[in-house]
């Protein structure tokens, strides 16, 4: 494929004499996406002159007769080079491959994009459309899942959806929906893929959080990028299977705007009930009953609604639902919780080097539970709320990039409010203190390339986060840093160091995915977290299709937050201050990834060894101890191969070092009941996690335009026994002299899980 096109326009004679020459130019992206702000650098006999590309791509130049050398930049995008001699009108079309490396030009022979890219400093990039052979439990994109077999990120296991990263928590992660941040992050369990795949274009992941525009969190920072392109006719594509369905629809308006509507939905109640009232002779009267549904919708507007203009709107909002009875126990409990989300953005091309955009946001969390058992009722809710608002400007200075803005968020939390009715004494109302936080961020990047091969990005944010008191104010400067040095074409090293601050707190109170956590903000003594992580690597292309990438980081995490007791205590004297746990963290590691993007084997192979370490000093008597999800060892292959155009398959093989619980060192009876005691805080492992997933696609029609495809799945091939956490039971043998055996049980979420699923495009 040529990348750059020059055609040469005829023109009247009468043009002859100028002195000047129109240059017409337009860049898209290899997916045919007008890039809205490259920069174009024409260089005139060394004279420079500096251009940007306005909302549907285009520039326009007048330069003298003669010699032009073109260069054509775009983030995330290669960078091209070319040059020719200027003798008319010329109008140029050029095309950005996306950045796989850092290297300034390659030769690209398929045109198709690949599954996961690397992009600058060990970020990737995912492309979605691409990953669909890739193994998932329903047949469907899991981008979590996607990246938990990326080198860097924790398995978490069954029952879990949730990313560990680096050694890091849940709640260090900072997931952004087109720009807004998005704090329920998993349907029940990680059965179900959280996000619609369709409606995302692509997903941008950066373990490291190295650019300043982020911040806010101590990990990584996940980019979900909406369908940012008019759509031009109707089209209507989805997935239909056993236990849910999705479908996305493309309508165009008008010439210049679209919409994309996509919407979700389980019917796995529906089966449920179908199977108990088919064997309803069967079932006892104290059956437990669990009842489950989700659905979620997405939304994107976009309109070019002047030449330089272009105005979006997205919209999310999900909501899950789970009812569990059992008449054994007499226990009712339902559990609610969703989140919504919606943005707009305004993006204007102010000058031919100067873009701006503006976005404001409004995004809600929030989950309620509601339990009765016998003559006890108890509910328990809590929320957080954000509307936030964001500036940012690019431009260029000479050969820098700059992005420069400003953010300011509104944070309203509820982390907890219980209440408890019909316990025999006086009703129980309580709620943690409702919190009001803001917090105003300002930020710029800087990328330069100082040598012909040494590159470097300079980035700093600086916090005022203000909650509670009016004492209770914090100032933080954010330096970031990363540098990129290329020898040779084929090869190049990148180093980077990211300080990091979070004012907002995740509180997990369920170790098997079960949505009831809460979020609390730094306030009245409890302080801020912060984190420096230091990150060396090496990127090399070992041949045209085959790239290797070899990194190691370390992380210092301080103010680390604990709540050892799920929910708000009940008595009176109690508070978050006094309950909340304050300690440290450290992480260090080493990962690999080995990838090949083309042929009909293509897919990669990731390797992490890694150590992940907590101490407090109200934990463990004080001494260090090894964090829940430090496992040694992360191992993942995935492949897929094409056989024909009928056919294609996948595979996933997963080995990981197990989870980290407590387990008691010694028991004995105290009055005929058991005690245990415990030495070392997280001192025994699960038994190490491996599972092996295939699928099989059938392709009945597959055309850029059309899709009829048949996928049939299976979730742990081999039905390989991997527990989400043990039960201990204790027995005294009173013809052995009491003595006491201590037996473990293992709770299995998922054995085999084969799905079968259709998916369509048209």
Not at 347 to 373: G, P, V, W
Not at 391 to 409: D, L
Request: net charge positive.
């Amino acid at each position: 494929m040529k990348s750059v096109v020059v055609f040469l326009l005829f023109c009247f004679s009468g043009l002859f004499a100028q002195s000047k020459i129109a240059i017409l130019g337009n860049v898209k992206s290899d997916e045919n996406i007008n890039l809205t702000g490259a920069r174009i650098v024409l260089n005139e006999d060394n004279n420079a002159f500096y251009f940007a590309t306005d909302t549907l791509g285009n520039f326009s130049a007048n330069l003298k007769l003669g010699l032009i050398k073109v260069t054509v930049k775009h983030k995330g995008y290669l960078e091209k080079q070319f040059d020719f001699y200027l003798k008319k009108d010329t109008l140029i079309s050029v095309v950005l491959e996306k950045d796989i490396s850092i290297l300034d030009e390659v030769v690209v022979i398929n045109k198709k994009k690949n599954a996961v890219s690397f992009l600058s400093g060990g970020k990737l990039s995912f492309n979605l459309k691409e990953s669909i052979s890739i193994p998932s439990i329903l047949g469907t994109t899991d981008i979590i899942k996607l990246l938990q077999l990326t080198p860097g990120v924790q398995n978490s296991g069954d029952a879990n959806g949730y990313l560990y990263v680096r050694g890091g928590d849940p709640g260090h992660n900072l997931i952004e929906y087109a720009g807004t941040p998005i704090y329920g992050m998993s349907h029940l369990a990680g059965i179900f893929p959280f996000y619609n795949a369709d409606h995302i274009e692509e997903v941008e992941f950066d373990k490291s959080s190295s650019n300043a525009k982020y911040g806010g969190r101590l990990s990584s920072t996940i980019s979900l990028i909406p369908n940012k392109k008019v759509p031009k006719k109707f089209s209507v594509q989805g997935n239909a299977g056993l236990l849910a369905s999705q479908i996305t629809f493309s309508l165009p308006i008008s010439s210049q705007s679209g919409l994309y509507v996509s919407g979700r939905k389980t019917y796995i109640d529906e089966i449920g009930s179908a199977i108990l009232d088919s064997k309803k002779r069967n079932v006892p009267e104290d059956e437990t009953q669990l009842k489950y549904q989700f659905s979620d919708y997405n939304l994107t507007f976009i309109s070019k609604i002047a030449e330089k203009h272009l105005f979006t709107v997205n919209a999310f909002i999900s909501g899950d639902k789970l009812g569990i009875i059992d008449s054994e126990f007499d226990l009712n409990a339902n559990l609610k919780w969703g989140n919504m989300a919606i943005s707009s953005e305004w993006t204007y091309q102010m000058a031919e080097n100067k873009l701006l955009k503006n976005t404001i946001y409004f995004t809600q969390y929030a989950n309620e539970l509601d339990l009765s058992q016998g003559a006890v009722k108890m509910d328990i809710s809590s929320y957080i709320r954000d509307v936030g608002y964001s500036n940012s400007i690019q431009y260029w200075i000479k050969n820098i990039s700059f992005e420069s803005g400003f953010e300011y968020v509104m944070h309203d939390l509820q982390p907890q409010k219980i209440k408890v009715y019909n316990i025999g004494i006086a009703d129980i109302d309580k709620k943690a203190a409702a919190i009001k936080a803001n917090i105003v961020s300002l930020f710029t990047n800087a990328k330069s390339k100082l040598r012909h091969n040494l590159f470097a990005e300079f980035g700093l944010r600086f916090n005022y986060y203000t909650s509670g008191s009016r004492s209770n104010k914090i100032l933080n400067l954010e330096p970031r840093i990363m540098f990129n040095y290329r020898p040779e074409k084929d090869f190049s090293f990148f180093a980077s160091y990211t300080r990091q601050n979070q004012y907002l707190n995740l509180i997990t109170t369920s170790s098997v995915g079960i949505p009831s956590d809460f979020w609390f903000a730094s306030s009245d003594g409890i302080p801020s977290q912060s984190s420096n992580e230091f990150s060396i690597g090496y990127n090399q292309s070992l041949t045209k299709k085959i790239n290797a990438s070899l990194s190691s980081y370390y992380r210092k995490m301080n103010n680390l937050i604990e709540y050892p007791y799920g929910v708000t205590q009940f008595n009176e004297i109690t508070t978050f201050k006094n309950d909340m746990l304050v300690g440290e963290g450290e992480s260090y590691g080493i990962e690999w990834m080995l990838k090949r993007d083309s042929g009909k084997f293509k897919g990669w192979l990731s390797y992490t060894l890694s150590w992940s370490t907590r101490q407090f000093d109200e934990l463990n008597n004080g001494n260090l101890y090894y964090a829940k999800y430090d496992r040694r060892h992360n191992l993942s292959l995935v492949g897929t191969f094409d056989l024909n155009r009928k056919w294609s398959f996948g595979l996933t093989q997963i080995f990981s070092s197990g989870n980290r619980f407590t387990m008691p060192t010694s028991w004995y009876f105290l009055n005929n009941t058991p005690v245990k005691e415990f030495n070392e805080f997280n001192n025994a492992q699960l038994p190490n996690y491996i599972r092996t997933d295939i699928s099989v696609n059938y392709f009945f029609i597959k055309t850029p335009k059309k899709e009829s495809t048949l996928n049939f799945s299976i979730y742990n091939t081999f039905s390989l026994e991997n527990p989400i956490y043990m039960v201990i039971h204790v027995f005294s043998d009173k013809d052995r002299n009491n003595n006491l055996t201590v037996n473990t049980d293992k709770k299995i979420l998922y054995r085999i899980l084969p799905s079968l699923s259709w998916r369509f495009k048209f």
